[in-house]
């Protein structure tokens, strides 16, 4: 399968607790996005990546959230100190360049 | 005013007839128009983008783009039930770079 891949699918935490998802981009694909979907909303933007560069961040992201893409390949979203807000699901995308952008299966996030 | 409108729905149309779904946007320098379908529970997947006024045809599946009236559309033709779903409308506006802009989307069924 070379489509996006992202790990883990689901995740349960305490509120306060830390969480890092991995994603894995489409292997060609040099353009990486985060998004953050709830129910019933459409997907947010959160962050992309251009191979290792980081070119943009949404205001939705808080100082709690930080992502990184130190090869220009696979990428990590962390969540510290989470809160109940913080469920919902967080959606990889990738890209070749401004072209069409293919979603992940999300992984979702639970904060109890 | 968001920046990206859809009707909303449900939208409930019979097996075999047209389903339209429409998308209205706020930033007249958008370029690129995209149409996901979105399974409950599943990540958002690309079936349709235009980014020329007029129409583009797709199997069942025609877009529709007027960029004079800030409005793009969707046609299913002979509608089955595995239509049934959420179809997002998401926009590439002119000054953000790649991230895209999300409609709330569109529930579809279709009654056998």
Same mark, same amino acid.
């Given at each position: 399968?070379?489509?996006?891949?992202?790990?883990?699918?689901? @995740?349960?935490?305490?509120?306060?607790? $830390?969480?890092? #998802?991995?994603?894995?981009?489409?292997?060609?694909?040099?353009? %990486?996005?985060? =998004?953050?979907?709830?129910?019933?909303?459409?997907?947010?933007?959160?962050? /992309?990546?251009?191979?290792?560069?980081?070119?943009?961040?949404?205001?939705?992201?808080?100082?709690?959230?930080?992502?990184?893409?130190? @090869?220009?390949?696979?990428?990590?979203?962390?969540?510290?100190?989470?809160?109940?807000?913080?469920?919902? +699901?967080?959606?990889?995308?990738?890209?070749? =360049?401004?072209?069409?952008?293919?979603?992940?299966?999300?992984?979702?996030?639970?904060?109890? | 005013? @968001?920046?990206?409108?859809?009707?909303?729905?449900?939208?409930?149309?019979?097996?075999?007839?047209?389903?339209?779904? $429409?998308?209205? =946007?706020?930033?007249?320098?958008?370029?690129?128009? #995209?149409?996901?379908?979105? /399974?409950?529970? @599943?990540?958002?997947?690309?079936? +349709?983008?235009?980014?020329?006024?007029?129409?583009?045809?797709?199997?069942?599946?025609?877009?529709?783009? $007027?960029?004079?009236?800030?409005?793009?559309? %969707?046609?299913?033709?002979?509608?089955?039930?595995?239509?049934?779903?959420? =179809?997002?409308?998401?926009?590439?506006?002119?000054?953000?770079?790649?991230?895209?802009?999300?409609?709330?989307?569109?529930?579809?069924?279709?009654?056998?």
């Amino acid at each position: 399968d070379t489509g996006v891949s992202q790990n883990p699918r689901h @995740k349960i935490t305490k509120r306060g607790q $830390n969480v890092t #998802f991995r994603c894995d981009p489409i292997s060609e694909h040099n353009r %990486l996005y985060w =998004y953050r979907q709830t129910l019933g909303q459409g997907p947010e933007f959160l962050t /992309y990546f251009q191979n290792e560069a980081q070119l943009e961040k949404s205001r939705l992201l808080s100082d709690r959230f930080s992502a990184e893409r130190p @090869k220009g390949s696979f990428s990590t979203l962390e969540i510290q100190r989470t809160e109940q807000g913080d469920s919902a +699901m967080y959606l990889c995308a990738s890209s070749s =360049y401004h072209n069409e952008q293919f979603f992940g299966p999300g992984t979702r996030l639970t904060v109890l | 005013q @968001k920046e990206v409108e859809q009707n909303s729905g449900p939208l409930s149309v019979p097996e075999g007839a047209i389903a339209s779904l $429409n998308c209205t =946007y706020s930033d007249r320098g958008s370029q690129s128009f #995209f149409w996901y379908r979105q /399974y409950s529970g @599943k990540s958002p997947e690309l079936i +349709m983008f235009i980014y020329s006024n007029g129409d583009k045809e797709d199997g069942r599946f025609t877009a529709q783009l $007027n960029k004079a009236s800030q409005y793009v559309s %969707l046609l299913i033709r002979d509608s089955q039930p595995s239509d049934s779903a959420t =179809y997002l409308c998401a926009v590439r506006e002119e000054t953000s770079g790649s991230r895209l802009t999300f409609g709330e989307g569109t529930q579809l069924t279709v009654n056998p």
